[in-house]
């Protein structure tokens, strides 16, 4: 009686796919990676409309290493520098950059960045991080240099310093520091 019981349980378990995985099962290597999960909150800080992304919850796509890029609207170019920071700077935009501080006699409001200590923070430069002949870094990809990791949104661009979580959030609508 054991035997046959072993048997039929046997029979089900074959007859409910003998643990294969079918299609729909797995999950893709190149799903959208959030702003959320790379870092940024939703809301706006020091400007912007406080509007929100859209949010993703799908498994992030794996960073390849990269040290310069550009948005796919072409509107924000972006650096990282391993162990330093990543910066990206803005062409267009609709809203308005804290004040010009005094100790600052270069150009500011255009570009956001966050080192290796701190906070994000707009940054004070004579240069920029927008170069024409960087390559593309596609919604829902993510670059990545050393600690630094800066993920590709239809909503904008999110860099986040992996060691202490600390970034900016940046798009023509809005930005945001943390």
Excluded at 44 to 66: E, F, I, K, M, Y
Aim: proline fraction near 7%; hydrophobic fraction near 35%; include cysteine.
């Amino acid at each position: 009686m054991k035997l046959f019981a072993v048997v039929l349980l046997l029979a089900a378990l074959a007859a409910c796919g003998g643990g294969k995985k079918s299609a729909s099962s797995t999950t893709s290597s190149t799903a959208v990676q959030s702003t959320v999960a790379a870092g940024a909150e939703k809301s706006t800080t020091g400007g912007g409309t406080g509007s929100s992304a859209p949010v993703d919850s799908t498994t992030p796509a794996p960073a390849q290493p990269l040290n310069a890029f550009r948005s796919p609207s072409d509107n924000i170019g972006c650096s990282l520098y391993a162990g330093q920071s990543a910066r990206c700077d803005i062409h267009e935009h609709t809203w308005t950059p804290p004040p010009k501080p005094a100790d600052c006699p270069l150009d500011w409001g255009f570009g956001l960045q966050v080192a290796s200590t701190g906070q994000g923070s707009f940054i004070c430069a004579g240069d920029t991080a927008f170069d024409p002949a960087s390559p593309i870094l596609g919604y829902g990809q993510r670059a990545r240099e050393g600690s630094f990791v800066c993920a590709s949104e239809q909503a904008g661009i999110t860099c986040t310093n992996g060691d202490n979580n600390h970034g900016f959030f940046l798009s023509r609508d809005n930005y945001r520091v943390f």
